[in-house]
């Protein structure tokens, strides 16, 4: 007898450790949410790949903090919405540590705007500088399609 609950002792750890690996994903990975928190922007052309990545992901992408520059793309995100405390910035597009705007990029971004949004990025922000920044119930009043997060207070 002691032969055969050894060799069942010893296949039982590995059994055990198997069951771990099979067991649920992290609660991170179970979430229906994507925060994109506190986002400086970057290359405009990588932020347009995120964002497709973001859209086939069939989470809510939740803007939360400030978004700046390329992020501002993200906010017409067909399933994104914005934090009620969320501070959104824009200005021109720059080749990085210039001020140079390069052309057609400005243009790239409009085409992601809609509404308000889109009339004041047009209207001068796409050539500025200096950080316009609105925040997210002003976005809102700006472009009435984006929403504010009801799953996130205060």
């Not at 002691?2 to 069942?8: E, M």
């Not at 994109?36 to 964002?51: A, D, E, F, K, P």
Request: aromatic content about 6%; overall charge positive.
């Amino acid at each position: 007898m002691t032969r055969i609950r050894r060799p069942l002792a010893l296949l039982a750890v590995p059994l055990l450790a198997l069951a771990c690996l099979t067991t649920a994903p992290p609660a991170q990975a179970q979430q229906s949410f994507i925060d994109i928190t506190n986002n400086r922007g970057g290359n405009v052309l990588q932020m347009v790949q995120r964002r497709s990545e973001l859209e086939r992901s069939g989470k809510t992408v939740r803007i939360r903090g400030y978004c700046r520059s390329a992020c501002t793309i993200l906010t017409t995100l067909p399933n994104a919405c914005l934090g009620p405390r969320a501070r959104i910035g824009f200005h021109a597009p720059r080749i990085p540590n210039t001020q140079i705007i390069p052309p057609y990029v400005d243009q790239i971004m409009g085409n992601f705007y809609r509404n308000g949004i889109r009339d004041r990025w047009f209207g001068g922000w796409n050539r500025s500088i200096e950080m316009q920044v609105i925040s997210a119930r002003e976005y809102v009043r700006l472009d009435p399609q984006a929403r504010i997060c009801g799953s996130i207070r205060g």
